[in-house]
Structure formats: structure tokens, C-alpha cells
């Protein structure tokens, strides 16, 4: 079984611009939570989604969104970019069966660094 | 709500020595609690889980981790470090439901001396 892919794995950007990231979760999974990795914060959480509606939010201003697709795919945008934006964005999938433990499988990233 | 504390940010041992990392939680509901691994430039990796079964869970690469309530902890340990055990490892709390997520530790940094 394929595991969760993340596109693209490392991108620069400039201050101001937009970028969108994207994961393709496992196979049969429906449910995709994003994370930012920094140095100093740790791992974060940014949202959950699940059957294309966003169960869980953290706590990130709002030029940061997601979305999901009929085929369990998201992507993630972050719009007028800051400095302080440059980190490793982790995806998640996990099935939601009732019995289900619950258990993240991540993706290897993508590296934003923003100039 | 829920939190992990991972005491320490970086430990060090010699190849061969016991690894001990130390994760304590708090959590209203009896929690699910998990260990990942991370090495450089990748994602997180399921080392091991507890999910209310047997209190001493073993998980992949030698490493084992023991939930103890009454000290709300759930360490990690391997009897015997090898040089490629070095990696970030964090713990996280979860609990089912339809509207839970993982919260994780700031990690820890475990270095294997040779």
C-alpha cells in the first residue's frame, strides 16, 4: 500500500507570495491533518479534514487554509508569505473506523523556505 | 484538554547504553499515547502504541514503552543504543472520537556516541 506523498518536497518562495501544497493520503483513508515543524515551535497543528468538510483547526491566522477533494486529496495554502513561515509542512492520514486507534501516518514533508 | 511533556530537549548516550526518554501526560479521557521517530528531512514514523491492552508495549527497532496511570507517563526505552537510533522522537496523546486529534511533545534529540 502507498504511503501518504507529499507534493513538492522542498519550494523557496518571496515574501508576499502565495504557495499551495499538496498530499495524497493512503489508500482508504479519509482523513488528512496538516502540521508546521519549526526549530523553535515544534510540531503544530494546523486543521483537520475529513469527508472534504475541516473538523479541526489550530491555532493560525487565517492566510492559512486547506481543502479536500472528493478523492480524499488536500491541499493546503498559505497566502502573503512571511519569513516566519518557513518550516517543514507534515501531512497526515489516518482511517476513522469506530475501533481505530487514531494513529497518524505522515508524509516526508515539504520544506517552504521563504526569502 | 489534553498535553505531552517531554522533558529535556536533547540526550546523549554511548552506542550500547540504555536509551530512557522520558514523556509524561495529561489528559481528561484514558488517553491512546504513541511514539514517533523522525530522522533528518523525512516525516514521522510510528515507533510503538498504547491503545488500553497490555501497559508494556513493544514497537519496531528494539524499542519498548511502558504506560503507568498513576505516574501519568509513558517512557521510551531500548536496552541497547545502536548509532542508528539517533533521530528526533516524539511523543503525542490522542484519544478516539470523531473530533480528536494528536498533540505532541517538542521532542527529543537522541544522540549515539560512539
Known amino acids: 500500500k502507498a504511503g501518504v506523498t507529499q507534493t513538492p518536497r522542498y519550494l523557496i518562495k518571496t515574501r508576499g507570495q502565495q504557495v499551495t501544497l499538496s498530499c495524497s493520503p493512503i489508500?482508504?483513508?479519509?482523513?488528512v491533518s496538516w502540521y508546521q515543524q519549526t526549530p523553535g515551535q515544534g510540531l503544530q497543528f494546523l486543521f483537520e479534514?475529513?469527508?472534504?468538510?475541516?473538523?479541526n483547526k489550530g491555532n493560525f491566522p487565517g492566510r492559512f487554509s486547506g481543502r479536500q477533494f472528493s478523492n480524499s486529496r488536500s491541499e493546503m495554502n498559505v497566502s502573503t508569505l512571511e519569513l516566519g513561515d518557513s518550516a517543514l509542512y507534515l501531512c497526515a492520514s489516518r482511517a476513522l473506523a469506530a475501533s481505530n486507534t487514531g494513529e497518524l501516518f505522515f508524509g516526508e514533508g515539504s520544506r517552504l523556505t521563504v526569502l | 484538554a489534553q498535553s505531552v511533556t517531554q522533558l529535556g530537549s536533547h540526550v546523549s548516550v554511548s552506542e550500547g547504553a540504555l536509551v530512557l526518554l522520558r514523556c509524561n501526560y495529561s489528559?481528561?479521557?484514558?488517553?491512546?499515547l504513541f511514539w514517533y521517530v523522525q530522522y533528518p528531512n523525512q516525516g514521522l514514523q510510528l515507533l510503538l502504541k498504547y491503545t488500553s491492552a497490555a501497559t508494556l508495549v513493544k514497537g519496531i527497532n528494539g524499542f519498548e514503552a511502558e504506560f503507568k496511570k498513576s505516574e501519568t507517563s509513558f517512557h521510551l526505552t531500548k536496552p541497547s543504543a545502536h548509532m542508528s537510533d539517533a533521530a528526533e522522537y516524539f511523543c503525542?496523546?490522542?484519544?478516539?472520537?470523531?473530533?480528536?486529534?494528536?498533540?505532541f511533545g517538542k521532542g527529543i534529540t537522541l544522540s549515539v556516541r560512539p
Open positions: 489528559s481528561s479521557v484514558p488517553p491512546y
Open positions: 479534514y475529513f469527508s472534504e468538510t475541516q473538523r
Open positions: 503525542a496523546v490522542g484519544f478516539t472520537g470523531a473530533n480528536s486529534k494528536l498533540t
Open positions: 489508500s482508504g483513508h479519509r482523513s
